[in-house]
């Protein structure tokens, strides 16, 4: 890894870094954890900066805020790459990588319109994850890995 | 069974389909021993969407082991009308009755009703999904006429959005049956039908012509392919008129091809065809109510 690669993750002084997030997906990132600025935290994003293993990424920081890992599990649907650097006093006193879960709610919206979780019903979307996508526990519904972000639930 | 609803044959173990089965056998050979079997418990049928046939079969084996029904009547005539969530009618209704059966227009529809109450629930069709009570049924069919193991079958015609061939499809990969499904291109099985095959290691051959597998079939299944899937008229003829079968398509079957339709057709098979042996539709039909008695009679014998 270069200096420059550390200076950059190490410029939050408390907080995480999600770096090496897939090109295109860091305010996918935002908005599936829940992070609009709204509480006050200070958000980050760098897009399309050069990296040496995927070539392009993006990068996404925010400070005062340690999340956990099942908070950023569910990043892996979008950014499998993506490693988790927990920042204390300009630190990385974490680093871990993003874990398939076994399971998603509220996070993907069925794609088939015909679905009862489309429908006005008191009930969260709920996906089963698959080596290769995500399946809907409803209708059954398979959403491939590369179609995920486009059925992101999370706004 | 071991669990307390009939939701997908996807869930269905070899066991659970050999227990039904079974239990149908019994009855057909008995009926009169099963006549007082639930005398005082009352089946809850939820019909979202008109479907007389699977309703009457249902009616019909509830009173044959000695219970009674109560009915929600039309949608139009309820407070779904009103707008009332599917979650809150079942747990209204699960009050009324023992058990439920659900019918409803929307995929998914009897997963999440089963999340809201704690009476056995039956799955008689959610949307374009599953279909598990007629799968017991086509199940039963093809076991008392060709056999579940060993067993070649062919399942023609709308199997995109037929949810009886998913079903049956699914709950065939517990048994050794070679399965080929036979459509038009715009009319394959769905994705995750063809996910489960897979994942079950079942090998899914397709056709798009049934001269390529009739002679090899133990079992043909054939379903009606619908005029709303086409964008017009000539199209639908075009394509729905390669997947009808007359008494001179079976000139190249086995003599022992067991024909079967889940009902109703409307001309994908010939009436040519009725009065010879391959015709099983009408008998399958009937087998509604001894396996439908069977289902009900174990889900409502659990201890819960
Ligand atoms: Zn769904």
Redesign the pocket.
Known sequence: MTDDHQLRVSKIRNGTVIDHVAAGQALNVLAILGIDGTSGEAVSVGMNVPSDRLGRKDIVKVEGRELSQSEVDVLSLIAPAASINIVRDYDVVEKNRVVRPDAVASIIS???RN????ADEPIQ?RFTVLSDGVR??????IVREDEVAANLDVN | MRQDHLISASHLSREDIEAVLDRAADIDADPAAFRQRHAGKVLGLCFFEPSTRTRMSFDSAMKRLGGQTVDMGPVESSSVKKGETLADTVRVVEGYADALVLRHPS??AATMAAEFVDVPLVNAGDGAGQHPSQTLLDLYTIRENAGLDDLTIGIMGDLKYGRTVHSLAEALTNFDASQHFISPESLRLPRNVRYDLHASGAQVREHTELDEVLPELDVLYVTRIQRERFPDENEYRKVAGQYQIDSETLDAASDDLTIMHPLPRVDEISPDIDDTDHATYFEQAHNGIPVRMALLDILLSQDR
């Open positions: 069925c794609p088939n679905c009862i979780s489309n979307s809907c526990d409803y209708c059954e519904t | 995929e998914g």
